[in-house]
Structure formats: structure tokens, C-alpha cells
């Protein structure tokens, strides 16, 4: 097959990669460079949308008070920052309100709804919530307040009261809109700014006045997109792919503040937005102030800026001490639930703002969806669960069921993570249930998690140049995994473990070329040991995603190890 520019089909391993990724052979141009003008949909497809941004429009033009209310992680958190943005580009100002994880909970609360309203909103909308608050959103409506709900979290047949109720899983969607919904919050609050301005372009609002810069609201989305673990194909990987440009013009002044914090010195990547930038803002919600998130993606003020973005650094220390005690607590319990399909654990003491992060780490380790739950974490004495999922389990729709089952007192999510809210003496009817609806499931999605290789080379063929033909393949991330390469054989020169049970290698091949490899948190592990304890006689091969080590003054190849394997 021609590719235009002489290169056979089979000698491109861009191509190969896009194909192998499920892009059609024909729709592989489109995908080489993901432009929002390839892949961005009318939002006029969404249910809804024309009504929001018609009423968001009118509330601008007529200057009313309006809140942008969200939620504490960085989804909402990028979410409520882009509509604040965007009104202040259009020349008006939003308030905005982040509940307190610990002692509001997930979702708008009916009190806050109310009291926004008596304090003087006329509008409220709720970003990355409300797709289930039946009973606050109920309460708005009798206190005279209109609410538009932006989300993207798994919908019930019957829907909340509300002005406007945007979100591509809605299940009374068509299917072109439907093929949206691994849109995260933010990609969907990104859809109704560009509704917004078109509506308010239709009437005239710009005669006299410049439009709003959308594309600079691209880094907010890809960070929204790229922490919440949205699937990174279709329109996701177009936003994020033009959200890491924007990014690294530093446009942003918080965002610019919250880049220095994470000691990056180059333009960030898809896994410093997961690792480095995202749990910086997460750790706001988690254990300090659920609004510093919002106010340092919103400042204009540089000092302001620095002095947040330092604050969240430290507060993301604090966080990563509770979650290693949560997390050894919630592992003793792993053993006396081997043969449950889905792990879930609870403790006393537990700090509910880190136990999805503890249900994400168990899950990768076990191969198993798992929910933490931290007892009393209300006042009624409720546990407060957060889960995280594996590729083919439906973890959202299995806690909604539960929750109109009546063994849950609130819950819901989508796919990956779910959050929920339950009586302490419902836990054991709640594993059962989920061992019965799940199981089968389960079993299949384990079986099929077959590590799949994209390409094997020799040592010598593990280079940077070769880094930067798969790099353009990307971004990568959830539902776009990066190319896992198999290098070998070689053999061992060192191996030692440093930092926190990461395993650091130096290998060698048959044909003289040496490189480094880390396998993380691996030490304790099968793999971990035989790669410890592998002789200098005994040939391996390793598989893993390769990565350019550039703390160095010259740029390296280095192989992040999944698996490895004797080769004899």
C-alpha cells in the first residue's frame, strides 16, 4: 500500500501502530496528527446543549450572578476552571463552589444548591456532578434556581430535574453523540464554550468585541482528560495532543506555576500530566482545601500562582504518606479474599481522600477491580468507597445497580471508578452481590490480559530515534496504550533496587550495546526477584515501554519493564 510518500505499509511503524490501534487504513492521515478540525463533533449533537448554551449565553449578555459549581478532583477542578475562564474572556465573572470531600461528599449537595441561590445565583452549573442528584437538584428547582448539568459519569433511565442535562452517557442519546462518552467532564465543558460562543456569535455579541481564544483553554482539558483516565482515542486524543502544545507555550500562569512545582524543565508529557501534575491538584481535594485546584488554574496573579502551586506540593507529600498507610492496611485484608471477583476493602481510620488512589494501586497489582472503603466517614456512620476498575468490567453501571438494589445508600461512576456510599452492615451482602453479577465477567476480562507487543528489537535498536517514531503515534493513555517493545537477549550486568521497591537494571546484548531499564515497584515481585537474582550467564528478554532518559547531557534509551522472560 502507498502511503503517499514512497514509505511501504509494512516498513512504517507509525502506521502500524495507528492500525494496530483499531484506526481504519483509510482514515490513518486523520490520525497521524489529530487536529480538533479532523475530530471535533457539532456539539449541537448533544441532547440538551443548545438549551445550555443558549441560557449560558443569555446569562452573560445580561451579566447575572452565576456559580460554576464542581467537583474536588482534577477533572472538576480543570472543568470549573475552563467555564470560569471562558465567561471572564466574554467579559463577565463567575463565582464558584467546591464542596469539601470529607464533609460534603461527592455531588452537589441540595443546602449548597439553595443557599447559592439565596445568595443571589440565578444560575448554577454543576461540572463533573449531577447526573444523579435527583434530590438537590429537586431543591434548586423549588428554590427558583435554574442548574445546567455538565458530566460524563454513568446516567439511570430516569434523569434529574434539571434546565439543562449535558452528558454523552445519557442513555436517551443517539448513537453519533453515545460515541462520545468517554469524554471526560472536561472535554464535554469544552464542547458547551464552543456552543457558548457560537450562540452568542449568532447574536452579534462580537461586533464589537474579540472572541474568545479557545484553543488556550486546550491544556485545561488535556490535564482533566488525561488524570480522570479517559480513554485517549477519538476526540480525546485530538484534545490532548493540541492541550500539550498549548501547554508548553506556558501560556497559562497557574498552569505555568503548577508545571515549575512538579520540576519539569521541559514541556510536559501524557504521563507527567497522570504522575506528576495531575496528583498535584488532586491532593487540594484529597487532604488540604478542595478550592485550590480551582484558584490556581484561575489566577492572573504570578505570586498567587507560585505560592498554591507550592502549597499543593507540599500537601502532595502529606498525601502520599496517609495512602502508604491505607494502602498496607488495605493489603492485609487482599489474602482472606483471593477467591472474591472483586476486592473490598474497608478499614477504620482510613482517609477517605486517598482510598481511590489505594484502589488503583491494588487493582494494578492484583489484576482485580477493587473498591477501598473508609468506615465512618459521615456522620451517620457510612463508609465512604471509591473503586477503579480493569479493561472490560463495567464498574459504574455495577455500583448503580447495587445502589437501586438498596444495598447501597449512594453511588455511581462510569466504567473504570466508581465512588459510593454504604452502611457498614451492607458490606458483606455488597461483595456477595458483586461476586454474582461480576464473576464471570471478571474471569474473562483476566483471562484476555495478554500482554501484547507492538515490536521486538535487538539492544542495539533501542534508541532515541527510534523513541521518537513511536512517541508520534500518541499521546498515549487509557484505550491508546504506548507501544510495549520486547529487547533482547540480554544479559545481566547489574541490578539493584532503589527508591521505593523499584528494581534499576543495566543489561547487555549479544551484539555489545548496553542500555538501563527499571521495572517500578517491583522488587518484592516474582519478575523482581528473577531479575535480582538472574546470573550474568542466564539471557533474558525484557518487554516494556521505551523511554528517553534525558538527565544526562546526552539523551539515552532506557526500557521501563512490564515482564521479562529467560531466553534459555
Same mark, same amino acid.
Given at each position: 500500500? $502507498?502511503?503517499?510518500?514512497?514509505?511501504?505499509?509494512?516498513?512504517?511503524?507509525?502506521?502500524?501502530?495507528?492500525?494496530?490501534?483499531?484506526?481504519?487504513?483509510?482514515?490513518?492521515?486523520? *490520525?497521524?496528527?489529530?487536529?480538533?478540525?479532523?475530530?471535533?463533533?457539532?456539539?449541537?449533537?448533544?441532547?440538551?446543549?443548545?438549551?445550555?448554551?443558549?441560557?449560558?449565553?443569555?446569562?452573560?449578555?445580561?451579566?447575572?450572578?452565576?456559580?460554576?459549581?464542581?467537583?474536588?478532583?482534577?477533572?472538576?477542578?480543570?472543568?470549573?476552571?475552563?467555564?470560569?475562564?471562558?465567561?471572564?474572556?466574554?467579559?463577565?465573572?463567575?463565582?464558584?463552589?467546591?464542596?469539601?470531600?470529607?464533609?460534603?461528599?461527592?455531588?452537589?449537595?441540595?443546602?449548597?444548591?439553595?443557599?447559592?441561590?439565596?445568595?443571589?445565583?440565578?444560575?448554577?452549573?454543576?461540572?463533573?456532578?449531577?447526573?444523579?442528584?435527583?434530590?438537590?437538584?429537586?431543591?434548586?428547582?423549588?428554590?427558583?434556581?435554574?442548574?445546567?448539568?455538565?458530566?460524563?459519569?454513568?446516567?439511570?433511565?430516569?434523569?434529574?430535574?434539571?434546565?439543562?442535562?449535558?452528558?454523552?452517557?445519557?442513555?436517551?442519546?443517539?448513537?453519533?453523540?453515545?460515541?462520545?462518552?468517554?469524554?471526560?467532564?472536561?472535554?464535554?465543558?469544552?464542547?458547551?464554550?464552543?456552543?457558548?460562543?457560537?450562540?452568542?456569535?449568532?447574536?452579534?455579541?462580537?461586533?464589537?468585541?474579540?472572541?474568545?481564544?479557545?484553543?488556550?483553554?486546550?491544556?485545561?482539558?488535556?490535564?482533566?482528560?488525561?488524570?480522570?483516565?479517559?480513554?485517549? *482515542?477519538?476526540?480525546?486524543?485530538?484534545?490532548?495532543?493540541?492541550?500539550?502544545?498549548?501547554?508548553?507555550?506556558?501560556?497559562?500562569?497557574?498552569?505555568?506555576?503548577?508545571?515549575?512545582?512538579?520540576?519539569?524543565?521541559?514541556?510536559?508529557?501524557?504521563?507527567?500530566?497522570?504522575?506528576?501534575?495531575?496528583?498535584?491538584?488532586?491532593?487540594?481535594?484529597?487532604?488540604?482545601?478542595?478550592?485550590?485546584?480551582?484558584?490556581?488554574?484561575?489566577?492572573?496573579?504570578?505570586?498567587?500562582?507560585?505560592?498554591?502551586?507550592?502549597?499543593?506540593?507540599?500537601?502532595?507529600?502529606?498525601?502520599?504518606?496517609?495512602?502508604?498507610?491505607?494502602?498496607?492496611?488495605?493489603?492485609?485484608?487482599?489474602?482472606?479474599?483471593?477467591?472474591?471477583?472483586?476486592?473490598?476493602?474497608?478499614?477504620?481510620?482510613?482517609?477517605?481522600?486517598?482510598?481511590?488512589i489505594v484502589a488503583g494501586r491494588i487493582k494494578e497489582k492484583t489484576g482485580k477491580p477493587t473498591l477501598v472503603i473508609a468506615l465512618?466517614?459521615?456522620?451517620?456512620?457510612?463508609?465512604?468507597?471509591?473503586?477503579?476498575?480493569?479493561?472490560?468490567?463495567?464498574?459504574?453501571?455495577?455500583?448503580?445497580?447495587?445502589?437501586?438494589?438498596?444495598?447501597?445508600?449512594?453511588?455511581?461512576?462510569?466504567?473504570?471508578?466508581?465512588?459510593?456510599?454504604?452502611?457498614?452492615?451492607?458490606?458483606?451482602?455488597?461483595?456477595?452481590?458483586? $461476586?454474582?453479577?461480576?464473576?464471570?465477567?471478571?474471569?474473562?476480562?483476566?483471562?484476555?490480559?495478554?500482554?501484547?507487543?507492538?515490536?521486538?528489537?535487538?539492544?542495539?535498536?533501542?534508541?532515541?530515534?527510534?523513541?521518537?517514531?513511536?512517541?508520534s503515534a500518541g499521546p498515549y493513555g487509557m484505550g491508546w496504550p504506548g507501544p510495549r517493545v520486547a529487547v533482547g537477549p540480554v544479559r545481566m550486568v547489574k541490578a539493584d533496587v532503589v527508591g521505593t521497591d523499584?528494581?534499576?537494571?543495566?543489561?547487555?546484548?549479544?551484539?555489545?550495546?548496553?542500555?538501563?531499564?527499571?521495572?517500578?515497584?517491583?522488587?518484592?515481585?516474582?519478575?523482581?526477584?528473577?531479575?535480582?537474582?538472574?546470573?550474568? *550467564?542466564?539471557?533474558?528478554?525484557?518487554?516494556?515501554?521505551?523511554?528517553?532518559?534525558?538527565?544526562?547531557?546526552?539523551?539515552?534509551?532506557?526500557?521501563?519493564?512490564?515482564?521479562?522472560?529467560?531466553?534459555?
Amino acid at each position: 500500500m $502507498d502511503l503517499g510518500n514512497g514509505a511501504s505499509l509494512n516498513h512504517d511503524i507509525v502506521a502500524q501502530l495507528l492500525l494496530s490501534r483499531g484506526v481504519a487504513p483509510d482514515d490513518l492521515d486523520r *490520525h497521524r496528527n489529530p487536529s480538533l478540525r479532523a475530530f471535533l463533533p457539532d456539539p449541537s449533537l448533544f441532547r440538551d446543549m443548545d438549551r445550555a448554551a443558549e441560557r449560558l449565553a443569555e446569562a452573560v449578555v445580561r451579566r447575572e450572578a452565576l456559580t460554576i459549581y464542581g467537583d474536588y478532583d482534577v477533572d472538576g477542578a480543570t472543568s470549573a476552571a475552563l467555564l470560569i475562564r471562558l465567561i471572564r474572556a466574554l467579559g463577565h465573572e463567575a463565582g464558584y463552589y467546591i464542596p469539601d470531600r470529607l464533609l460534603e461528599g461527592y455531588g452537589p449537595s441540595g443546602e449548597a444548591l439553595v443557599r447559592l441561590a439565596e445568595q443571589g445565583s440565578s444560575l448554577i452549573v454543576t461540572v463533573d456532578c449531577g447526573a444523579m442528584a435527583f434530590e438537590a437538584l429537586e431543591m434548586a428547582r423549588t428554590a427558583g434556581v435554574d442548574v445546567i448539568v455538565v458530566d460524563h459519569h454513568k446516567c439511570a433511565a430516569e434523569l434529574p430535574k434539571a434546565l439543562a442535562l449535558v452528558n454523552p452517557n445519557r442513555l436517551d442519546e443517539a448513537d453519533d453523540a453515545a460515541a462520545h462518552g468517554h469524554l471526560a467532564a472536561v472535554g464535554v465543558a469544552f464542547l458547551l464554550a464552543v456552543a457558548t460562543v457560537r450562540t452568542l456569535r449568532g447574536q452579534g455579541y462580537f461586533k464589537d468585541r474579540p472572541e474568545p481564544d479557545l484553543f488556550a483553554l486546550l491544556d485545561l482539558v488535556a490535564l482533566g482528560t488525561v488524570a480522570d483516565v479517559a480513554a485517549l *482515542h477519538g476526540l480525546n486524543r485530538a484534545l490532548v495532543a493540541q492541550g500539550l502544545k498549548v501547554m508548553a507555550r506556558r501560556d497559562g500562569i497557574g498552569m505555568s506555576a503548577l508545571i515549575d512545582a512538579s520540576r519539569l524543565s521541559r514541556a510536559p508529557t501524557c504521563s507527567d500530566l497522570g504522575f506528576a501534575l495531575g496528583p498535584r491538584i488532586n491532593a487540594g481535594g484529597r487532604v488540604g482545601e478542595s478550592t485550590l485546584g480551582v484558584r490556581l488554574l484561575t489566577t492572573e496573579d504570578p505570586d498567587e500562582a507560585r505560592t498554591i502551586a507550592a502549597q499543593l506540593s507540599a500537601l502532595n507529600e502529606e498525601r502520599r504518606a496517609i495512602e502508604a498507610m491505607v494502602q498496607e492496611a488495605a493489603e492485609a485484608q487482599i489474602e482472606a479474599q483471593h477467591n472474591r471477583a472483586v476486592l473490598t476493602l474497608s478499614g477504620r481510620g482510613w482517609h477517605p481522600g486517598v482510598i481511590g488512589i489505594v484502589a488503583g494501586r491494588i487493582k494494578e497489582k492484583t489484576g482485580k477491580p477493587t473498591l477501598v472503603i473508609a468506615l465512618d466517614a459521615d456522620e451517620a456512620g457510612n463508609g465512604k468507597g471509591s473503586g477503579r476498575s480493569i479493561a472490560g468490567v463495567d464498574l459504574g453501571a455495577a455500583i448503580i445497580a447495587a445502589r437501586e438494589a438498596g444495598l447501597l445508600v449512594a453511588g455511581g461512576g462510569h466504567a473504570m471508578a466508581a465512588g459510593l456510599t454504604i452502611a457498614p452492615d451492607r458490606l458483606h451482602a455488597l461483595g456477595e452481590w458483586l $461476586d454474582e453479577r461480576l464473576g464471570a465477567t471478571v474471569t474473562a476480562a483476566m483471562a484476555n490480559q495478554a500482554m501484547l507487543l507492538d515490536l521486538a528489537v535487538a539492544p542495539g535498536g533501542l534508541t532515541p530515534a527510534l523513541i521518537e517514531d513511536l512517541e508520534s503515534a500518541g499521546p498515549y493513555g487509557m484505550g491508546w496504550p504506548g507501544p510495549r517493545v520486547a529487547v533482547g537477549p540480554v544479559r545481566m550486568v547489574k541490578a539493584d533496587v532503589v527508591g521505593t521497591d523499584h528494581v534499576r537494571l543495566i543489561v547487555r546484548g549479544d551484539d555489545g550495546a548496553s542500555f538501563k531499564a527499571i521495572a517500578f515497584r517491583a522488587a518484592s515481585s516474582e519478575m523482581g526477584q528473577a531479575l535480582l537474582h538472574a546470573t550474568h *550467564h542466564r539471557r533474558l528478554w525484557l518487554a516494556g515501554r521505551a523511554k528517553i532518559d534525558d538527565w544526562s547531557s546526552r539523551p539515552a534509551a532506557e526500557l521501563h519493564v512490564d515482564d521479562a522472560a529467560f531466553a534459555d
